[in-house]
């Protein structure tokens, strides 16, 4: 979806001919990643999958000075007129104005009331597209979370949001036996760099074999494999946090071209560039997993990666 403007209605006012008034008014709050962050994991706590739904399906709303794109700032006090009639209801009479405080109105005179609107624009986002994109450290803590519930309903609706977002869906996906072989001969690769350093009297190779035997941990608790909704999100959290163990030697290979080769390697056949440099920003302060001569050659290679649609067999 991306971002994409939407018009909220700030005040709606009408008068009638045989019944009160009606007046109504809302503040729009320009919405905050960490507190939305903190709604969906209490109410993954409280297992309450309507709250998570609820609060998973609206729109994340990004400040703004309410002009609706390609307006004019009508700072000067003028407004910019625009009248018609209604197309689909012949006794109403329509007129817009858009105000000189960045607010927009409309008037809608009938046989026995008139309405008045105020409304705004500001850019929105799905919730799950900000968090993965804009927020990646939260949108990898939220996946904790989910994979340790067990609440159908919940992943149902987590899944359901996801696929109507611009995220690749197919990184929820599990792997085949011809990708979790191919990761396990890569992790194999950091042992043998790390048993060369060794060998050539450099300790830090210690770290590497180190690393390489925690990997060969975790490829031997894979989640089940199947079609679920509940599997695609253990496999996306198991993905997410094997990803981010790549890194957790970065500090004893700084300025190593071997180690990010390596590392690169591995990291590669899971994720695409693209949602790598996420990731490496949430975690590393960079955005950049490989050198940028590795990143492009990914541009090519990404045929090679998880994300190949020919690569996503649900059965070993």
């Known amino acids: 979806m991306g971002k994409v403007q939407k018009q909220f209605t700030i005040s709606n006012n009408a008068s009638f ?41 609206s729109d994340f709303i990004y400040p703004g000075d309410g002009l609706k794109e390609g307006d004019t700032d009508f700072s000067s006090g003028s407004f910019n007129p625009l009248e018609y009639l209604s197309s689909d209801v012949t006794d109403l009479t329509r007129h817009n104005q858009m105000t000189s405080d960045n607010h927009y109105s409309s008037t809608y005179i009938g046989d026995h009331h008139t309405r008045h609107f105020v ?5 929105v986002r799905p919730i799950i597209e900000n968090l993965f994109f804009e927020h990646n450290e939260l949108f990898r803590r939220l996946m904790s979370q989910l994979a340790l519930s067990e609440n159908t309903l919940i992943h149902n609706s987590f899944v359901e949001n996801f696929n109507r977002t611009d995220v690749s869906p197919e990184i929820l996906l599990p792997w085949n036996a011809n990708i979790a072989t191919e ?16 060998s050539e009297g450099v300790d830090r190779g210690n770290y590497a074999t180190k690393l390489a035997g925690e990997l060969d941990e975790r490829l031997n608790t894979l989640p089940v494999v199947d079609d679920s909704n509940t599997a695609k999100i253990k496999w996306l959290d198991f993905k997410l946090k094997f990803v981010e163990h ?4 970065d500090s004893h290979f700084v300025g190593h071209r071997g180690w990010k080769k390596v590392i690169g390697n ?37 045929d090679h990666s998880i994300n190949k649609p020919d ?6």
């Open 183 to 198: 990761v396990r001969l890569r992790v194999t690769e950091i042992t043998m760099y790390g048993e060369q350093l060794i």
């Open 246 to 249: 790549l890194h957790s030697q």
């Open 17 to 57: 001919e045989d019944k009160p008034p009606l007046n109504l008014a809302a503040e729009i709050v320009p919405s905050n990643a960490e507190s939305i962050f903190n709604q969906l994991v209490d109410a993954i706590a409280r297992d309450d999958d309507a709250d998570f739904s609820n609060a998973l399906s």
């Open 266 to 302: 591995v990291a590669s056949i899971i994720f695409s560039a693209g949602i790598l440099n996420l990731i490496n920003l949430a975690v590393t302060g960079n955005f950049f997993f490989f050198n940028k001569t590795r990143t492009q050659q990914l541009v090519t290679e990404v």
């Open 311 to 316: 690569r996503m067999v649900l059965s070993y």
């Open 119 to 123: 409304f705004r624009y500001y850019w």
